[in-house]
């Protein structure tokens, strides 16, 4: 594509400058996706020759189970309920972790590339976001291990996104629904999640019909978002009280629980210590920001400086979007939203370290790439760009 001046893009009529806004728009696109094979290949090399054995401990557990020589090992629960489901499918007799890395890695990959090209095309930083969470996926989830069985989750979330509806309150009972069942076999805490991302819809539904949305606005839905966890608690402790003390009692529990695993390096231990819903609360707020801000994190060393711009992005992402919800005309993404928070105001309460916080966090990725692939979130960066923008705004 050739360079246009400054000069020359003022002189453009309006038609003009979106046919050039489009061929950069389908420059970008075909840039991303020319991109993330080269990805996915470095991550692989990554997880055969580069990284330590250490950062795969629990899929290394899980191809044990699933290939019946863990021992002492193998673990109960949905650890035993994804190597059952992983022996149903080795069809292909793998026997490796590096051999599910590949394989799950080529096919969910492939999945990854079509959700590309229905998104809207992305600008520099959306790019970067996208393929830096390709090159996660390809290392931590789509390998053997139960994280990829999340991944089909939110797949099957997306689905439901997508389905030709035309009433918003169906499919978000039908995500709920899904998310429901998966923590009837999987990952019981969804369904608290599920129930989280209701909650989410119905308060956001009622900033979206305001015609302003300020900075006081945006306070008070965090403390919405907040208060429905609070209330939350409040019902459990008398119609839950073993869960209620489960979830009291959670994050005391990881520093036993992570031993010397690589995780314990993050682990996430409430700062106040103490007892009793108030301080669980004080506690829940804390965690939440350190968890969407990790500063913490960036200051352990260099290696977790990508994991703290990771995160530094989706956190900018998603504010991003909430302050403009009265905008948003997309009911797709209004909808994909409402599920990512709703999921993230789970995980402030479940992930034990800020590892597994990203892993998951990049498993929600069906979700997440619509919360980033589409024209809020594009920030114009030339001053091509820019002028573009401003005559078609004009």
């Not at 797949?155 to 899904?178: E, Q, R, W």
């Not at 760009?385 to 005559?391: A, D, N, P, Q, T």
Request: charge should be positive.
């Amino acid at each position: 594509m050739s360079f246009v001046t400054p000069a020359a893009i003022r002189g453009m009529t309006r038609t003009e400058r979106r046919r050039r806004k489009l061929a950069l728009e389908t420059r970008n696109k075909n840039t991303l996706l020319a991109l993330v094979v080269p990805v996915m290949i470095a991550a692989k090399i990554m997880v055969a020759y580069v990284l330590p054995p250490k950062y795969f401990y629990d899929n290394n557990r899980m191809l044990m189970m699933m290939l019946g020589t863990a021992g002492d090992r193998a673990w109960g629960g949905n650890y035993e309920i994804a190597a059952n489901l992983f022996r149903s499918i080795n069809f292909a007799d793998l026997r490796t972790m590096v051999d599910w890395s590949i394989c799950l890695g080529i096919v969910f990959t492939a999945l990854v590339v079509l959700m590309i090209l229905r998104a809207d095309a992305p600008d520099f930083l959306q790019s970067l976001f996208i393929l830096a969470t390709v090159g996660l996926l390809n290392i931590y989830i789509f390998t053997i291990g139960k994280d990829i069985i999340q991944f089909s989750f939110f797949l099957a979330v997306y689905a439901v996104l997508l389905l030709p509806i035309n009433n918003s309150l169906v499919k978000m009972l039908l995500s709920c629904g899904v998310l429901y069942y998966e923590s009837t076999f999987f990952r019981a805490y969804y369904i608290l999640i599920a129930a989280l991302i209701f909650a989410v819809y119905v308060i956001l539904m009622f900033f979206r019909s305001r015609s302003q949305l300020g900075f006081v606005s945006l306070l008070v839905i965090v403390a919405l978002l907040f208060a429905v966890i609070y209330a939350m608690m409040v019902a459990s402790q008398s119609m839950m009280p073993d869960e209620y003390q489960q979830i009291m009692n959670l994050r005391a529990g990881y520093d036993i629980a992570f031993g010397d695993s690589a995780d314990s390096a993050t682990l996430i231990l409430n700062l106040i210590p103490g007892d009793g819903l108030p301080l669980f609360m004080v506690n829940y707020v804390i965690n939440a920001f350190r968890m969407m801000i990790p500063i913490e994190l960036a200051m352990r060393g260099a290696y977790y400086l990508p994991f703290f711009a990771f995160q530094c992005m989706v956190t900018a992402y998603m504010v991003n979007l909430l302050r403009q919800i009265n905008r948003i005309n997309d009911p797709t993404l209004f909808l994909a939203l409402c599920v990512f928070l709703g999921y993230a105001l789970g995980s402030f309460i479940f992930e034990p370290d800020f590892g597994s916080w990203t892993r998951h966090e990049a498993a929600t990725f069906p979700v997440l790439h619509l919360l980033v692939l589409n024209r809020y979130q594009k920030v114009p960066l030339t001053q091509e760009e820019r002028l573009l923008v401003k005559g078609l705004d004009s």
